[in-house]
């Protein structure tokens, strides 16, 4: 969501007066972005009662972003660690693990293996949640009343099994200064394998205990994800379709109104597919249904010129890997053609040109029932479809998901600020990015200037296009922003893990995740100072050409700031030169109106233009939910949507339960969105299968 105000708080004596002083002082239909940074002990309860005082006021729309609490690393000792080494460090903490998880009744133990600065993160082996326990006064209260019935796990072994995953001395900080003894860990719980990362250090008297753990379920006994060792035949013969080949009984499952889905999922981008494609893995069926003509449209009718800011090797979909001659950033039109390509190959169910006009939710009739009607254009003609979920088909064309899966994207409808004058405008055009498709081969605009407002990567590509095609360009900058080279941060950020030749997906994923929030943020502080330093020519150039630099909440860049508000960065693919070097002009403030042939800032400087386009960003998804559920007010509010939550787990409500049954969240990259449809579709599965209900905890 791109605010009308930053506001920071970072007084350590501020108190919870002071900030709604200072919220109180802007107009009501504002939006917020909030960054609290207070040094009491008391900073968690503070957070909490400002959020809970900004819910009073219903008519506001404030977002709250948490900042991590900026941690210092242990130290890692000069000696070496054992005469065992570290294979044998790491073995012989699992086993005593192991031991004591074993055991029945509460196991108080527990704790002693851990720091006392430790965290655990865990994604479904200890629960049907995704948490983080913190300290050992957090490990000791998880386990102080707990018995064989309630403690899931019952065993984790050290992984020897590649020289990426065996125990090693291993950087903490993205310099190599900090180690500590790394290794990844299998884990067997009551409900299914899972995988995990485990990091040692030694304690003041040189015992090895558990700085960081990570745990996450992979499988559930008994419903393997079809692939690899237990792919399909391909021969098989399904009792009454004898005479059927793969496409009569494909076209038989793609019937969706004859078999109906068991998920209806509200998207067909890069969300709502690597959903679907990891439930049919498991055997869950689901139907995609998306507004846009073709499956891809989201990305092809985006500006002309865009592509990914992201390599590759971070963006691999589940199951299906790009081809090695694919292009390191990849082009909007071609990864377009990728996803109708992924739709066929993981045979996926999509209707498109489909929209929803109502979604109703009646717990008089059961706990878990949806009533959505479809609006389907086919062939030029609207058709509509209903779905219940029950356990009966009411009517020939009634079919029944239990779950929808809202993947429309992390950020909502276009944010298009209401300024006095928009109205007015005479130009060539006035729009918001998300309607900015390009000017094509044959524009040329010499003599013509355009204004955009804005500066993360929409806008910078924008007037990259603009600049390209003769115009004279001024960028308005409202608010800094985090720029870094698209091969700094390939080489300092991602090429550890994200790189040719590099380690598998699923093991470069495991490493990613394995850090809690504040361990996370350290390393990134680290690992942006490097950024900034490999940068630091442009930055400097960039500070004196007018355009303002940071680096990120907590200076924490890119990602903690991707994770804590979903954008104000750029990654330059070439537009922050052309600032540096003043052939694009920067201009700070936001803008006050918006006159017939330009735009005035609140300084009273004026802008002409003939063209101005808003790169003003986007809603929360939470907008978009509350839009889709809110025509009935049966539903309940889903919750919050995006950054850390108060245990500073990111991706707030995504993946997971939310506060509505039957309804989920998924967003995020594409990297993300790979990593975290694996763990929705395992807690779907889990549900249909009667592991668990909507209500356990």
Known sequence: MEPNAYIGIDDPDATINNAQTVLLSFPKENKFYVNLQMKHEDYRLMVDVLRHNWMLIASWSCSVAELLPVISFPEFPKEPPTPSGPAGVAIEWASEFSNLVQASGPRPGLSTLFLESCCWRDLLCLSWNLRAIHGTAGITKLVGGGDSNHWRIRKIEIDTSSDLREPQIAPLDAAGDVKCIQSFIKIDTEVGKGRGVVRLLPDEVGTWKCYTLFTMLESLHGHPERFSSVRPQGDEITPGSENSNWQDLRDKESDVQASPPTALIIGSGHAGLTAAARLKQLGIRSLIIDRNPRVGDNWRNRYHKLVLHDPVWFDHMPYLEFPANWPVFSPKDKIAEWFEIYVKVMELNVWTSTTVTSCHWDSDDSPDVWT??????????????????????????????????????????????????????????????????????????????????????????????????????????????????????????????????????????????????????????????????????????????????????????????????????????????????????????????????????????????????????YGNMREAAEEFLGKNSGCEDPGDVWGFDEDEEPMRNIATRTKQPGFWYLAGNIALCRFYSKLLALQIKGVEEGMFGWGDP
């Open 372 to 617: 959505v009607q479809l609006e389907r254009e086919v062939g030029g003609a609207k058709q509509i479809y209903w779905y219940k979920q029950l356990t009966q088909v009411l009517h020939a064309d009634t079919i029944n998901p239990k779950h929808i899966v809202f993947a429309t994207g992390a950020s909502g409808k276009p944010f298009m600020p209401d300024i006095p004058g928009l109205s007015s405008f005479k130009g060539d055009r006035l729009v918001h990015s998300s309607d900015y498709h390009g000017l094509g081969n044959a524009a040329r605009g010499e003599g013509k200037k355009v204004v955009i407002i804005g500066s993360c990567n929409s806008a910078h590509d924008v007037a990259q296009d603009y600049y390209d095609h003769g115009y004279s360009v001024t960028v308005v900058q409202r608010s800094s922003t985090f720029v870094v080279r698209k091969q700094t941060l390939i080489d300092v950020v991602l090429g550890g893990l994200y790189r040719e030749n590099g380690p598998p997906i699923e093991d470069a994923d495991i490493l990613s995740h394995s850090f809690p929030g504040s361990v996370l943020q350290r390393a990134h502080i680290d690992a942006t100072r490097a950024c900034n330093h490999q940068d630091n020519d442009l930055l400097q150039r960039l500070e004196k050409a007018g355009f303002t630099v940071d680096s990120g909440p907590n200076r924490g860049g890119l990602w903690i700031k991707y994770l804590s508000r979903g954008g104000g960065y750029y990654i330059d693919i070439g537009t922050s030169e052309l600032i540096a070097s003043g052939k694009i002009k920067v201009k700070s403030g936001s803008i006050a109106s918006v006159e017939t042939h330009g735009v005035v800032l609140e300084d009273g400087t004026k802008l002409p233009a003939d063209e101005v386009i808003f790169a003003t960003g």
